[in-house]
């Protein structure tokens, strides 16, 4: 018999590192940037929890298990695609579109279980409907390979995309000595009319 993470203790494990990116209003605060870059390494996390579930296990506590680590991935999965398609980044919101594809492959799938692909490309969980739903049948999308490697792989590419993406520090410095230059050489003129 295993021990029962709840939904909210696996959502705040996925933020690891990152817990404010959960909230809100502190994304709201934040660069989409700084979100995308949280929300990448939740999303490799949840799905690393999707992974080592036991969907053939009969135990109640690994159903429940799965049920939370299923909802609190959903949470992680719906605040990346968003940030992804709001991101200034046309590789980014190419590769949220590419997230939103391959959740829409496994529409009929998720309908099964209770959950509904909306058109941005997040999904609604009708949680009744989750609880009630088989193992088995949870398993035919998060214990699914093809849908694990494929958001994996995608959660590679967003990587490689938010670290191109990343603010430059030297451009950060080099606008800062610009900004400088002209008063400095405002303040050596007027030194040389005195």
Do not use: W
């Not at 999707?50 to 053939?56: G, N």
């Not at 949680?127 to 398993?139: G, N, P, Y």
């Amino acid at each position: 018999m295993s021990m029962v993470i709840s939904a909210s203790s696996m959502l705040n494990r996925a933020y690891a590192g990152n817990p404010g990116y959960k909230d809100q209003s502190f994304r709201a605060c934040s660069s989409n940037h700084d979100v995308m870059g949280a929300d990448r390494k939740a999303m490799v996390r949840a799905l690393d929890r999707l992974e080592q579930l036991d969907f053939d296990s009969e135990d109640e506590n690994d159903t429940k298990s799965i049920y939370n680590a299923v909802t609190s991935y959903l949470d992680v999965y719906n605040n990346a695609v968003s940030s992804a398609m709001e991101s200034d980044s046309s590789d980014i919101r190419r590769t949220g579109k590419n997230m939103k594809a391959l959740m829409k492959e496994y529409g009929s799938s998720l309908e099964e279980i209770g959950i509904q692909v909306k058109s941005d490309g997040t999904v609604k969980i009708d949680k009744s409907e989750l609880k009630k739903a088989t193992t088995r049948q949870v398993s035919k999308v998060f214990g699914n390979e093809d849908y694990l490697s494929g958001m994996g792989r995608l959660m590679k590419k967003l990587r490689n995309q938010v670290n191109r993406e990343s603010p430059k520090q030297e451009a950060v410095q080099e606008t800062v000595k610009s900004t400088n230059l002209p008063s400095e050489s405002v303040g050596k003129n007027l030194n040389l009319l005195v």
